[in-house]
């Protein structure tokens, strides 16, 4: 398990995955925005797209820390 953890194509997964949280978390906050406005009706639905958000940086982050280590 930790040689698939430390391998370049679970990297790349996971970067791959990090871009499309990141757009799925804008789309969710945009049509959010589109539909609600600054509502508080829409406050999950903006947390959830904030979050998706973090989670796409910290993934970035990550990937390239570890690519600057090797």
């Known amino acids: ?35 609600v406005g600054l509502n508080a009706s829409g406050l999950p639905a903006y947390a959830l797209g904030g979050a998706m958000v973090a989670l796409a940086i910290v993934r970035f982050r990550d990937y390239f820390a570890a690519r600057q280590k090797t």
């Not at 679970?10 to 925005?33: D, E, K, M, P, W």
């Open 1 to 35: 398990m930790k040689r698939l953890v430390h391998s370049e194509g679970y990297a790349r997964a996971r970067l791959f995955s990090a871009a499309l949280f990141a757009l799925l978390g804008l789309v969710i906050v945009a049509r959010t925005a589109g539909v």
